[in-house]
């Protein structure tokens, strides 16, 4: 069978299914001799359990084809690579080092040992060097993580990379290969962890017909040293144990969640534990009952606790106040908590206080719960940031919260030190990042976005890296190790970020989207079945200006930072113009730190943005006969999607905001040729049933 | 690029991709040898237009992976193949003979050469004698068409396979290399057009940037032969146009008809013209202005006519009536129309008066309308047939329909005679299949429906072609050559519907199904929106029997047919028990044909299906040495997952109809050990949210 299927790869270019996983035959060969030299034999020196089998397999395959040659498992006295364990190491940490002629790789434990064998390919695969290294790695953060948006009948909650990965119907007797390849990716990055369904969670999961298939995929993917979460139904003793109440407190719920845990242990032993979206945007939880968030958290960490199970409690909470300030309920609702929480709760914030804008302050309450565990919720899956057709490098977003400075306990108190517990000793730390991987062959639909996931696993892993280094990782094993070529894509991820934010939402401009479809622009819209909901909640925008007054003479949502941090921002005159809608309300011809009126730079950003595009298209081109063709037609395609895309936004939001400015384009910009009119008719399309 | 991807493809087994279009090198070393004789070049002595080019490439393809030599273009005088025009064949014709040591393909257009090249591929796939051959072939039927049902989010309306084929937010800048491919499945097997969308259908298809996308992908399609039809929203003028009114005969929305079709003609000038459900499960229609299908098919088909586009207007229609006979409807709607639609429109209908059941009697319309070229509706896709996880060859379902008797023109007047235009001389013809085909990597879910789909293309193409040709062609494509494989597998597909029907609704029970789950039982389904959308609608069971009386004694649908044909399964004691329950209603004790009370008949019936099921496995266990590991391994964890839910379908049918019979599952079979209880919860899950 494989010789013959020789003939119709040939065929074909490549079609992104890899990931970064290409081991192809590396074509420089003074690394492909260094390398041999440790490439004679591979020794496991541990316990063969599944993790080092993968490990072992993972190695053999990967050395196999970036050097060509087949690599055995019988001992030589030097040229190999040994495998071991030395308990000495942090958990889940591993050193390579290179000894008495032989390369070797001990691990904490399993998975150090499976971390180690990825980061000496990942070195392979980069063409750096390995004789002589001694590198020494383990987690910042324990729980690494992945949430599906996944929906039983297939379809994925702002999926954009086809349908689910999973396939309801068919486990637990049929075992889709991409499972492994899935858990493969995943693997080589660190992640450790992933809830499998959409946190609006069917009760379904947690029947006995559906752990079945949960424990089937479970299976799959422990060898990979990752443990599967559920996101539950608040409301599921009422829905699967007929009870009359889902009273957190009501003896016969917490009755039916202790056995409803147990059960599952029957079939998972492994089992991480719950991930939770309770009270919240229409989702049941406990206060419906007349209890706290951590009424309900506490309760199912007592049915996880006797099996080291973990309760995941999203703090994206907010009721819906015209008058109010979304910004500000998440923390009001929690941090009258904090300290509350059992010791296996850990609670989920997003990075931002609204929800996952191209652009946001970090959430007021990282560096508010000294008490409770914080996880970090990233979206790599860009719900607002473009879909599938918007080239958008994500790891400059997450670096820009992750470094930005709580001043929780002074000076230095970052996002990350928060989540990685070193402010506050967290005993437990996690940070999810919201999947962006479907059923599509190359897994995430833009190829570009790919990316997004790789730097999510190696900043959840060691949040110190910098987006250059990751992107430089990323691109040398997915695209090519050309080094005029991977400059080129390195500056166009790195400056992609901000180039999104230009032309869609400038200058702290933030949720100004459609209802149903979040990657495109309708600042108009006014009527929605929550205000906060609407885009006018957001922007506020009138003859005298724009911007949500979030200072002290407003909501003061900017109150709940600390004093440091409302120091950076309060001030409009001095506050970064990227924040500066974010908390303050501007007169459109206040004249700007970048010396121009803010209707002229509002307009200006867009337009940049627009050029943004240009650019990377022009730079995309440059590329061209260094990456594989059909790869590279791919992103041309989408980046002249985004221009469009972006054109509308431009012309959309120009135009909408200009019937309050009542000014021009200002030269030598071209204002737009077409009318708001004709914008809101292209939107419309998009609305139609 | 291309030989560092071989690493990959040798460490993959096969996933089903290529379906049957794998020209994998041929084993048989005389094989190669023999169709090596006509391999030394292809000539092309005809205008070497786009579909021609497709042809040319098409067999250098499939002749350098089959035989492993490559074919140039340089005419030698013996030993090549020979590509050229003869106007004297019929439409799409070609004529294949060995000449003067060559081998022509004559084609009566570029179709005609399109499809000859494909016929020599098969033959050479299936290890097919060529030399000396003369075969002269012209498709039956004119329209050969797949309906997608496919909606612009990228969700299938009963699709099984993933997300929608078609990216329409990357269209038209990115075009998918898949379309290409599915092109020429499509085009191996003389499908000729395709309906794109839904023919529930969003209104937005219609607008610019749609009609955009639309023409990217009729690009794609036109080389390969095929025409892009559109499903339309009969409310469209109002939607988009922002007419008062949809009427069919107001002038205003004639116009607005008229201008649209001149507007796509200018995107797409082969477009093939419109898919319309009007009038059926709340789509709108001309009904709601007071006019009839004819009104609201004509004024499209007025529209149309200058540019020869068609109108194929559905007659899948039925009204909410309790006391009625949702059987009876379409017949009563269309027949009286029967001579009012224009030339240009045809009418399509379903292969049976309900909707796709596992086994229908053949829809009555077929026969009544002999002014008006009816259209066969054929479902590709598994609705009702077990959907991705059962094992159902489709072809002995489509055969069924077609090769019954209508005698609406005396004896012989069988339903592939109505629709191929040789009984009322229909002046066009058609067919179609909603198709199954989807995103997932190997197109249909279940690897065994790729054969439904190669085999409606085949039927479309020729009707008299038997299940079991089909059936013997696409194996030897598809998985092996081998005889006893070959003919293992055969036996397994052949079987295949017979025991679905068996396992799910045998002796003619039909639509006991969820509600949602149409793939599921739900025979105590008693209330829904509709009362003709429940179970107990069909069944009618009670302590006296089970049946819907369709005689004149009941709703006397079965007076709508010929009297041969009614004279055939009008008494209870000589209808064919296949068809008995879609008839007649039966007293539980009465003694069949087959020696059998009707209850332990009906037991009988679906033990005999899990049999078959274990049956299938079986027989499918023995294959495995003989085919691609990883494809043999997905269906038998399908074969498994069919095993389980036929179990389920048993123990819910026999469990709920005893509470009517009252009567034990007779002997020697095991009752089931479950309770109706059980089962019910079992299909409440798949109701849960």
Redesign the interface.
Known sequence: ???????????????GY?LWL????LSNSSKRSEYRRFARFIEVRTEPTPVVETALAELQ?GI??LL?TKVGTTPKSRGGVILQKDGSLPEEGYLIESKDGNLLISGSDDRGILYGCFELLRLMQTESQVSGIKIRQAPKIRLRMLNHWDNPL??IERG?A??SLW?W??LP???D??YRDYARANASIGINAVAVNNVNA???FL?A??LNKVKALADVLRPYGIRVFLSI?FASPK?LGKLPTSDPLAPEVRNWWNEKVKEIYRYIPDFGGFLVKANSEGEPGPQEHGRTHADGANMLAEALRPFQGKVIWRAFVYSPDPAGDRFKEAYHEFKPLDGNFDKNVIVQVKNGPIDFQPREPFHPLFGAMPKTPLAMEFQITQEYLG???NLVYLATLFKECLETDTYASGKGSTVARIIDGSVHQYPFTAIAGVANS????NWTGHLMSQANWYAFGRLAWDHTLSEAQIADEWIKMTWTKDPAAVSGIKNILLRSREIYVNHTTPLGLHHVIGQGIHFGPEPWLSRSARPDWTSVYYHRADSSGIGFDRTISGSNALGLYRPEVQQQWKDPETCDVKYLLWFHRVSWNKKLSTGRLLWDEFCMRYYQGIEGVRWMQDEWNKVRPLV???MH??VA??L??QL?EALNWRDACILYFQTFSQKPVPSPLQPPTRTLEELKK?VE??Q??
Request: overall charge neutral.
């Open positions: 069978m494989i010789c013959l299927l020789l003939c119709f790869c040939v065929a074909h270019a490549d079609d890899r290409k081991y192809d035959l395959r196999q084809g060509g297939g379809t954009y086809g349908a396939k119907y068919e007797e049929t075992i290969p991409r069917s009760a379904r029947t017909e559906y139904n829905i879909f599938s057709t479907g059923s599509d062959r594989d063709p059909e037609a791919d395609g989408r002249a999607v469009r292209i399309i998009y139609l049933k």
